[in-house]
């Protein structure tokens, strides 16, 4: 019934940068929670941002302040993650997710995008 498509990974040098977008269909997440996690090869799932849909409130993971920035789009019900400053441990795919109410684990889930970090 919910439907998360990413798109726009790919390869970058180091110092650049990516904006990935996740497309939402099926339900609005307007009261809920859309955000960004991501898995490089042999680690666990981590988290990287998330944004509240109402009143747009944005958390991060302390070491990606400053580089990366999560924002939505809601007439598109798309969510965004700007990505600058890249480097190579920024390597992974990224996967879009989305819960539908403020708290709980994230349910639905995008198949995710490569980005790739070169040095």
């Known amino acids: 019934q919910v439907q998360l498509v990413e798109s726009g990974g790919g390869l970058v040098q180091a110092g650049g940068s990516l904006r990935l977008s996740c497309a939402a269909s099926?339900?609005?997440?307007?009261?809920?929670?859309m955000g960004w996690f991501r898995q490089a090869p042999g680690k666990e799932r981590e988290f990287v941002a998330a944004?509240?849909?109402?009143?747009?409130?944005?958390f991060y993971t302390d070491s990606l302040k400053g580089r990366f920035t999560i924002s939505r789009d809601n007439a598109k019900n798309t969510v965004y993650l700007q990505m600058n400053s890249l480097k190579p441990e920024d390597t992974a795919v990224y996967y879009c997710?989305?819960?539908?109410?403020?708290?709980?684990?994230?349910?639905?889930w995008g198949q995710g995008t490569q980005v790739t970090v070169s040095s």
């Open positions: 099926g339900r609005t997440f307007s009261s809920g929670v």
């Open positions: 944004i509240r849909w109402s009143g747009g409130n944005a």
């Open positions: 997710a989305g819960r539908l109410g403020l708290e709980g684990p994230f349910d639905y």
